[in-house]
């Protein structure tokens, strides 16, 4: 693993545009944005840009977050990298509870491969009108004591929960999750309109996956979806352009403001192990069927998206948004989302040195993690100064 001390006269996507700069990293952590003596440069055509987050992730290289082994984790956060991912959270879906206490338990941080921020904690207290590829017999009510209990099988590492806010106790526990700074997300929802608008008013602020597992597409009865094109919630989008049609991504884009869309992968352990015949998610077989993760019975489960393909994907459909606006949807956007802005999603000094060198096209060709690179592709540097 190469150590990297700084970057000089290089290419760098900041949040507000592309300019040539350089930067210093100590410790893990950019330092200064000044000429720097010895940094290294990178070839022609190559940019510099904070690391992805994918903060909705099930699994890869078949391993899921599921297993509830550490190993299985460690293997998901080192496969990342080579899709330019520095940082992600772990996501958990409906089970039995000894099998979600188990994902819970294990829980691990790593420092050979994508960060692990926390804790996506997708289910139990969704709707069972609206569960997708979760099983609706281990579904459960909000509930206040359930919610403390997986937080200490995690060391309170949950950072972000998916919940349907129609169901009876929800109310309680946006109020109770908040204090702990977890990020309430609407999703897996059969809420109205007016449900979710009021859980947002009660300081939900995100929606999971739009348009997938959620109410509305109906003007006499508007719900979920609704909510989430006028708020100012944060909203997922899983672009792999099967989970939601090239039309629906730019009505997204059209309603959205930039700064509160949010690439996700919503991958399975099926991505980088498509041609595999035992394959699961959240112990339920699944198999590959035109590019998308399938249970037994069709249901959509997940995918096989790669974060830097997602970008390329929305590239085509985001008319007006530069380079820096499209890596924004899956760098500072997660990283705002999940309240952790202040140390990731950006190349600023005092933030952690992790970044991902792309070509316009996001091809990655290195990420770097803490100012150590942990993946690389190819010929991406130009020499030392």
């Given at each position: 693993m190469m150590k990297i001390a700084g970057f000089c006269k290089v290419p760098m996507i900041f949040e507000d545009g592309v300019r040539t700069a350089s930067l210093t990293i100590e410790d893990g952590k950019i330092i200064s944005l000044d000429d720097v003596q010895n940094g290294v440069s990178l070839k022609e055509g190559l940019f510099l840009c904070p690391g992805f987050i994918d903060e909705h992730i099930h699994g890869c290289v078949g391993k899921d977050v599921m297993d509830g082994d550490a190993s299985s984790l460690h293997e998901i956060s080192k496969a990342l990298l080579q899709e330019g991912v520095t940082a992600f959270l772990p996501t958990t879906m409906t089970a039995a509870l000894p099998r979600l206490e188990?994902?819970?338990?294990?829980?691990?941080?790593?420092?050979?491969?994508?960060?692990?921020?926390?804790?996506?904690?997708?289910?139990p207290f969704i709707s069972p009108k609206k569960k997708g590829a979760q099983k609706e017999e281990d579904i459960m009510k909000p509930d206040i004591k359930a919610y403390h209990h997986l937080q200490s099988l995690c060391g309170n590492k949950i950072r972000l929960m998916t919940f349907a806010p129609e169901s009876a106790g929800a109310n309680e526990l946006i109020v109770e999750?908040?204090?702990?700074?977890?990020?309430?997300?609407?999703g897996h929802s059969d809420a109205t309109y007016d449900q979710a608008m009021h859980a947002f008013d009660m300081g939900a602020s995100c929606v999971t996956h739009l348009f997938n597992a959620q109410s509305g597409?109906?003007?006499?009865?508007?719900?979920?979806?609704?909510?989430?094109?006028?708020?100012?919630?944060?909203?997922?989008?899983?672009?792999?352009?099967?989970?939601?049609?090239?039309?629906?991504?730019?009505?997204?884009?059209?309603?959205?403001?930039?700064?509160?869309?949010?690439?996700?992968?919503?991958?399975?352990?099926?991505?980088?192990?498509?041609?595999?015949?035992?394959?699961?998610?959240?112990?339920?077989?699944?198999?590959?069927?035109?590019?998308?993760?399938?249970?037994?019975?069709?249901?959509?489960?997940?995918?096989?998206l790669r974060i830097n393909q997602a970008l390329a994907n929305i590239a085509s459909l985001a008319e007006d948004y530069s380079i820096s606006d499209l890596v924004n949807l899956a760098s500072i956007n997660p990283a705002r989302n999940l309240g952790m802005d202040?140390?990731?999603?950006?190349?600023?000094?005092?933030?952690?040195?992790?970044?991902?060198?792309?070509?316009?096209?996001?091809?990655?060709?290195?990420?770097?993690?803490?100012?150590?690179?942990?993946?690389?592709?190819?010929?991406?540097?130009?020499?030392?100064?």
């Open positions: 188990k994902a819970l338990s294990s829980i691990e941080f790593f420092e050979d491969g994508a960060r692990v921020l926390g804790v996506h904690l997708e289910g999750a908040k204090k702990d700074h977890v990020t309430m997300s609407v597409q109906n003007h006499h009865c508007p719900g979920v979806l609704e909510a989430a094109l006028v708020s100012d919630a944060y909203t997922e989008i899983i672009c792999d352009l099967h989970h939601v049609s090239a039309a629906s991504i730019k009505v997204a884009l059209k309603c959205k403001k930039k700064d509160r869309i949010v690439l996700i992968s919503d991958s399975t352990e099926a991505k980088y192990a498509e041609d595999r015949t035992d394959l699961n998610l959240g112990g339920q077989p699944i198999h590959v069927d035109g590019g998308v993760a399938k249970l037994a019975d069709g249901t959509t489960a997940g995918s096989i202040a140390d990731y999603g950006s190349i600023k000094v005092g933030k952690h040195a992790d970044f991902t060198v792309i070509d316009k096209d996001f091809n990655v060709y290195a990420t770097i993690v803490g100012g150590v690179v942990l993946y690389q592709k190819g010929d991406w540097l130009h020499g030392r100064n």
